[in-house]
């Protein structure tokens, strides 16, 4: 089990930018990767970006060129540049650790979500 706990989210308008943070405790030597996932109002939740041990990353296409994803492996954190955000970018924003098992990815653990709201 990883614990996790996000800051950072708020209220921005419509072109700002926004920062989340994520720290991972626990049993950080199963983490294969540290990602981010929002879920919108009856939305299903969906994958942002997500970042490797070796420093891969991946995003969800309606972001890229917008958010970063970036980690910090002595201290176990990882974070989000969210900027040009747009209003279909609110959401609440949760951080997620995943192992590796034949090539899938699998949640090892989830932070409570943080709110992320764009005014137009």
């Known amino acids: 089990q990883v614990d996790l706990v996000e800051s950072g989210g708020g209220l921005v308008q419509a072109g700002g930018t926004l920062g989340l943070s994520c720290a991972a405790s626990g049993r950080i030597s199963r983490i294969s990767a540290m990602a981010w996932f929002r879920q919108a109002p009856d939305k299903q939740r969906e994958l942002v970006a997500r970042i490797t041990t070796d420093g891969v990353t991946d995003y969800l296409d309606s972001v890229k060129g917008r958010f970063t994803i970036s980690r910090d492996s002595a201290k176990n954190t990882v974070s989000l540049q969210m900027d040009s955000l747009k209003p279909e970018d609110t959401a609440v924003y949760f951080c997620?650790?995943?192992?590796?098992?034949?090539?899938?990815?699998?949640?090892?653990?989830w932070g409570p979500g943080t709110q992320v709201t764009v005014s137009s």
């Open positions: 997620n650790a995943q192992g590796i098992s034949g090539g899938h990815y699998y949640a090892l653990g």
